[in-house]
């Protein structure tokens, strides 16, 4: 496959992008798509970024797509991490002739940038691209989890075009299915309701309202740690700190704990993809929420750099056990403690069909509070919903 066919170059001398003067800037340590047949290579690459100009999908948020770019001005001109590190830009994804052609064209660039073991950072554009970029790992055969960092569950009608008020629900409609759970961060209940609700706790997913996970933000770092994609809608962030939005509310999250969210999710082993959606540069400010979205991503990139790969899928060699008994010894709850990071997670046993496909999902990023729960002979209650999913 081409992937340089997906992808328009960008223009480094229109987005005022340059080299650091005093300091290695982010654009130092970037590879570029810049003109045509300079497309950056792709062996050893480790971490990218893909911009995707849609805004079409029912008119919704419309001017979103110029997003990209407005986050790229602020972006590079940013200190590096690492001097040592190295990103490519692959340009922007365009619009086709049909928002069924855009998807597709979204899928396949990501689908191929997955496969090679690249965790892709994605500038859009709306968040129905969420749902191209779920296609991308159903492509892939790979069972996911997807966390949502979004003020609204997105629980739309499947019946109607898909919109980024409704990806979720075309997910979940997809037969067969891939996904295995999803959590939604940060959702604000007058703008959910109780019927949607009750609908996430018959679906089995994880909700958290903004309240509780500004309370606890080892929660959320919990939640992000297990998913493989995650969505950031900036309708989740105040309005008085990202003001390019065109449904801004006064509640949200703060914009320092967006970005101690992104780091969670940078720092998670698991995770490959993370798009950051619904930026409107009409409604901004001196470019303020682009330029807080910059920061962001530094945060996931910072994060990314600090990987300590203890996610315990195939080796437990280093990790300290703990079983803990239930209900007078019914039945026992595993528990492993990272020696590298002191990071928690607990299994769910299962022995099913689709036990090969699941694997990955067993072992649930927890708390410690979550152990000392347990320890009180009371059951955890996410370890509770992925065993009600699982039988």
Same mark, same amino acid.
């Given at each position: ?107 396949? &660039? ?36 997807? &966390? ?93 700190? &990202? ?149």
């Amino acid at each position: 496959m081409d992937l340089s066919a997906y992808f328009q170059p960008i223009s480094l001398e229109e987005l005022g992008i340059g080299q650091g003067e005093f300091y290695t800037n982010i654009a130092s340590v970037t590879s570029f798509y810049s003109k045509e047949g300079d497309f950056p290579e792709l062996d050893n690459a480790t971490l990218a970024i893909v911009g995707v100009c849609e805004d079409s999908a029912l008119n919704i948020n419309a001017g979103c797509k110029d997003g990209p770019d407005e986050i790229r001005r602020f972006l590079y001109s940013l200190a590096a991490p690492s001097e040592e590190m190295h990103l490519i830009d692959l340009g922007n994804i365009m619009p086709g002739k049909s928002n069924e052609d855009t998807q597709f064209a979204v899928t396949e &660039a990501l689908y191929s940038l997955i496969d090679r073991n690249i965790t892709v950072i994605i500038l859009g554009g709306g968040q129905h691209i969420s749902f191209s970029n779920y296609k991308a790992y159903e492509v892939l055969g790979r069972v996911v989890n997807i &966390a949502s960092i979004d003020s609204m569950f997105d629980l739309g009608s499947d019946v109607n075009p898909l919109s980024s008020h409704n990806w979720l629900s075309h997910i979940v409609a997809q037969q067969p299915n891939y996904l295995f759970n999803f959590a939604n961060i940060g959702y604000q209940t007058y703008f959910n309701g109780g019927q949607l609700t009750r609908l996430m706790d018959e679906l089995n997913f994880d909700a958290y309202r903004l309240g509780a996970i500004q309370a606890d933000m080892v929660r959320a770092e919990t939640l992000v740690r297990s998913a493989d994609m995650v969505s950031v809608d900036i309708s989740s962030v105040r309005l008085s700190d &990202a003001p390019g939005q065109e449904q801004g509310s006064p509640h949200g999250f703060y914009g320092e704990e967006l970005c101690r969210l992104t780091r969670f999710a940078g720092m998670s082993d698991k995770l490959s993809s993370i798009g950051f959606y619904e930026y409107n540069p009409l409604y901004d400010r001196r470019g303020q929420t682009a330029h807080l979205l910059a920061h962001a991503i530094w945060y996931f990139i910072d994060g990314f750099l600090n990987r300590t790969a203890d996610f315990p899928h195939r080796d437990k060699q280093n990790y300290k056990h703990y079983m803990v008994g239930l209900n007078d010894g019914d039945f026992e709850i595993s528990f492993y403690k990272s020696k590298k990071s002191d990071r928690w997670w607990m299994e769910v046993p299962y022995s099913g069909e689709q036990l090969q496909q699941y694997q990955r999902h067993l072992l649930i990023p927890c708390t410690y509070s979550d152990y000392q729960q347990a320890q009180q002979n009371e059951i955890p209650e996410l370890w509770l919903k992925y065993y009600n999913r699982l039988n």
